[in-house]
């Protein structure tokens, strides 16, 4: 039962006085607003919380409490609780790349997310695939618990269900995410502050990048509808790959058509997918886990070492030719 998981979280909680947060790379409002939601929580008990993430949160999300204080480096012995939010699987913190004993080490860790592409690496694992966010989760939990939600909490946790549910416009806003949603509201959630930096904020270098993505778009004869977007593409508009989130979302409009891929060289060596679909009978998670990711049915993507050639088709080549490649 979710309930007594809920119990064993408490437990490791007030037998832990150091708690380390993390979340996952490329933090995106859900991951962030649940770590800040945990984090103001365990302040507020008396606990001593550290913030951990590989990649800088994007300062447009300047709403959030305590975003300043997320760390990249940190010395996993001197904690004795850690709490990953957020993660699709157990790779997805990075950490695992510059700990060598990330989860060998017995500092137990407890996991709480709600994608089904979750490995279930936590001692504790507090996973639901159809939950709409993972600070939906959290309200539950602080609900259970008996944990008092004030203002700040509920905009972190609010932010989290705007992000994950695309400002209520995708099909996982169901009856629970309104209901969440009007109660954190009365309590003072930072609606406004949400969804400008959210929704309505984009540099002009971020548009310019779009405009890249949406000249370059095809729709395959297998009705994919597909981009790219090369390093030198970054170079040309004085953007990063961090500023292509969201964008993918508008491929995935293009009426009558299957579902929407996004690649992207992240100027580091590795290729990106990012996989959407309106559709009911597709499952994007299963085609991103035979390139190593996940996510949701309808929202998933994976990460390939390689660069992506332009031929008459799209091709990623990775790096380790062992590994597959995709072609459109």
């Known amino acids: ?30 991951t962030l607003g649940a770590a800040l939601a945990l984090r103001l929580w365990l302040g507020s008990i008396g606990k001593e919380v550290t913030l951990a993430c590989v990649d800088k949160p ?25 709490i990953i939010v957020d993660a699709g699987a157990s790779y997805m913190t990075n950490f695992h790349l510059k700990y060598a004993n990330f989860f060998e080490s017995s500092v137990p860790i407890i996991n709480i997310d709600h994608h089904a592409s979750n490995d279930h690496f936590g001692k504790v694992n507090i996973v639901d695939p159809v939950a709409p966010s993972t600070t939906v989760m959290l309200y539950r939990m602080f609900k259970e618990l008996g944990v008092t939600i004030d203002a700040d909490i509920a905009t972190c946790l609010l932010a989290g269900i705007y992000g994950d549910t695309g400002g209520f416009m995708h099909s996982n806003t169901d009856k629970e995410v309104y209901k969440v949603s009007a109660d954190l509201m009365s309590k003072g959630a930072n609606v406004k502050g949400i969804i400008k930096s959210l929704f309505k904020s984009k540099s002009l270098e971020t548009l310019r990048l779009w405009g890249k993505v949406l000249e370059k778009v095809e729709v395959t004869t297998d009705g994919v509808v597909m981009s790219v977007v090369k390093d030198e593409d970054y170079e040309q508009v004085g953007s990063t790959p961090e500023q292509l989130s969201g964008v993918v979302d508008y491929l995935n409009m293009v009426p009558d058509t299957k579902f929407a891929v996004l690649l992207n060289e992240d100027r ?35 990460m390939l070492p390689g660069k992506i050639q332009a031929n008459l088709k799209y091709t990623i080549v990775s790096e380790d030719l062992s590994k597959r490649s995709l072609e459109f």
């Open 1 to 30: 039962m979710i309930e007594d998981k809920h119990k064993d979280v408490l437990s490791y909680i007030e037998k832990s006085q150091k708690i380390l947060i993390i979340s996952h790379r490329k933090p995106d409002a859900d």
């Open 268 to 302: 580091k060596g590795n290729v990106k997918g990012s996989f959407r679909t309106r559709q009911t009978d597709l499952d994007l998670s299963r085609i991103a886990a035979v390139f190593g990711g996940g996510g949701h049915p309808k929202a998933s993507g994976f």
């Open 58 to 82: 994007d300062e447009e999300m300047d709403f959030f409490p305590y975003l300043g204080e997320f760390v990249n480096n940190f010395d996993l012995k001197e904690f004795d609780l850690r």
